[in-house]
C-alpha cells in the first residue's frame, strides 16, 4: 500500500513554490466554475459573499492542508498549528492590535499621499480604479443591519480569511522561502505578496507591516494560532464598528482615528507599536527557550 503522507518531504524549494501557486490556483478557478455553473450573479451581494467564502476556502485554506500533507509526516505540526494558544499571551495580543489602530490609519493616510511618476501615470490610474472597485464592494459586504449578518460577515471577512491567509501566506509560503533565503526574507517576501494580492494599494504599506508582523510573531512564536488571532482581531474589528455605525450609531470615524485632528494618537500608537513589538520579541523568545 501506497503511502502518501510525507512523500514530498524532499522537495525541492522551486517545486514547492510552484506547488503552492498551482494548488491555489486549481482550487481558486474549480471555486468560481462552481460559483459560476450553480447561478453565482456578480450583481447580487449574497451571490458575492457565497464567491468570496469559496475563493478563501480555495486559495488561502484547502492549498497550505492538502501540501502539507504531501510535505510532512506531521501536517499539523508542519503549519504550526500543534501548540495551543497561552491565554496571557492571546489577551496582550489582542489588546496590542488594538491599541496600534491609529498607527495603521496614520500609516494608510501616508501611503494615499504617494504620487507615482507621470511615466507612470496609466498604471497609477488603474491602481486608484483596483481601489475603488474594492472599496464599493467592501462597503457593500460591511452594510448589514442584523445579528445575523453580522454574524456571517464576521465568519466572512475576520475568520475565514485569518485562518486561510495566514495559513497560505505564513505557514506555507513563508514556510517555504524561510528554508531557502533565511527567515527575515521569507517574512518580508511573503509580506510583499500578502499586501499586493489584495488589489488595494492605497492601503498597501500598513498591509505590508501587519503582514511582516504576522510572519516574525510566527518566526518568534512557532505558533500559528498568534499571528491567526491578530489577524482575525484586525478584521473583526472593522466588521464590527461599520455594523453600529450602518444601524444608526453616531461613533467617530475608526479609519480616521490618527490623523488629522488626532495625529497626535496616530503618533502615540506609533510608540506603543514599536515598543510592543520589541515586548512581544523578547517574550516570545522567552517562552520557547528549551
Known amino acids: 500500500m501506497i503511502k502518501f ?12 513554490l510552484l506547488l503552492i501557486v498551482g ?7 474549480f471555486g468560481v466554475l462552481l460559483w459560476t455553473t450553480t447561478g453565482g450573479n456578480a450583481n447580487d451581494i449574497d451571490s458575492i459573499k457565497l464567491l468570496q467564502l469559496i475563493q ?4 488561502f485554506v484547502i492549498p497550505p492542508f492538502f501540501l502539507a500533507y504531501f510535505w510532512s509526516k506531521k501536517p499539523l505540526v508542519y503549519l504550526h498549528l500543534d501548540k495551543k494558544l497561552n491565554r496571557t499571551n492571546a489577551g496582550l495580543l489582542i489588546l496590542f492590535m488594538l491599541l496600534i489602530i491609529p498607527f495603521i490609519n496614520l500609516l494608510g493616510e501616508i501611503n494615499q499621499q504617494l504620487v507615482l511618476p507621470k511615466a507612470f501615470a496609466g ?9 475603488e472597485q474594492s472599496d464599493l464592494i467592501t462597503g457593500k459586504l460591511l452594510d448589514v443591519h442584523n445579528l445575523g449578518g453580522l454574524s456571517l460577515n464576521i465568519l466572512l471577512i475576520a475568520m475565514v480569511p485569518a485562518l486561510g491567509e495566514e495559513l497560505f501566506f505564513r505557514a506555507a509560503l513563508q514556510g517555504v522561502i524561510q528554508k531557502w533565503k533565511g527567515a527575515t526574507i521569507a517574512i518580508w517576501i511573503s509580506a510583499f505578496i500578502f499586501s499586493a494580492i489584495h488589489l488595494q494599494f492605497y492601503g498597501f504599506v500598513p498591509r505590508l507591516l501587519l503582514g511582516a508582523f504576522f510572519g516574525y510573531m510566527l518566526v518568534w512564536s512557532g505558533n500559528l494560532w498568534l499571528p491567526i488571532l491578530a489577524h482575525f482581531v484586525n478584521n473583526a474589528t472593522a ?5 453600529f455605525k450602518n444601524n444608526g450609531y453616531n461613533l467617530p470615524d475608526i479609519d480616521k482615528l490618527g490623523t488629522g485632528n488626532t495625529l497626535w494618537i496616530g503618533i ?10 520589541i515586548w512581544f520579541k523578547k517574550r516570545m523568545q522567552k517562552v520557547n527557550l528549551p
Open 123 to 131: 498604471i497609477e490610474a488603474w491602481m486608484k480604479a483596483a481601489q
Open 23 to 29: 494548488t491555489a490556483s486549481f482550487f481558486a478557478l
Open 5 to 16: 503522507k510525507g512523500i514530498l518531504e524532499n522537495n525541492g524549494i522551486f517545486s514547492n
Open 56 to 59: 478563501s476556502l480555495g486559495m
Open 239 to 243: 466588521v464590527i464598528f461599520y455594523y
Open 268 to 277: 502615540l500608537s506609533g510608540f506603543v507599536a514599536i515598543a510592543g513589538i
